[in-house]
């Protein structure tokens, strides 16, 4: 029901930062829990963090807490994903989700997935 289109991926050197966005369309941007998810070369696509449309609900992943902030501008349709501190461990392609209602953290409760954006982190 949402088209979801993600980028801000690239490369980078460990230590450094990136804003990842996703623009959304097709929907009431406003009314959708918007979660970031991530998926590496052979692993299980696995939890970021998400955000409700009340925008101060928030839940992050216990590897990225501290490090990471996922934000929203419903005026702009959009939810970002700032990542500092990167290592390279959090090298992966990066898929933002949406779902309605309440937070979740499983993927499967998402219902609408952007194409993903790569993110590589060198050391």
């Known amino acids: 029901q949402v088209q979801l289109v993600e980028s801000g991926g690239g490369l980078v050197q460990a230590g450094g930062s990136l804003r990842l966005s996703c623009a959304s369309s097709?929907?009431?941007?406003?009314?959708?829990?918007m979660g970031w998810f991530r998926q590496a070369p052979g692993k299980e696509r696995e939890f970021v963090a998400v955000?409700?449309?009340?925008?101060?609900?928030?839940y992050y992943a216990d590897s990225v807490k501290g490090r990471f902030t996922i934000s929203r501008d419903n005026t702009k349709n959009t939810v970002y994903l700032q990542m500092n501190s990167l290592k390279p461990e959090d090298t992966a392609v990066y898929y933002c989700?949406?779902?309605?209602?309440?937070?979740?953290?499983?993927?499967?409760?998402?219902?609408?997935w952007g194409q993903g954006t790569q993110v590589t982190v060198s050391s």
């Open positions: 097709g929907g009431t941007f406003s009314t959708y829990t």
């Open positions: 955000i409700s449309w009340r925008a101060g609900n928030t």
């Open positions: 989700a949406a779902r309605r209602d309440t937070i979740a953290t499983r993927s499967s409760d998402f219902g609408s």
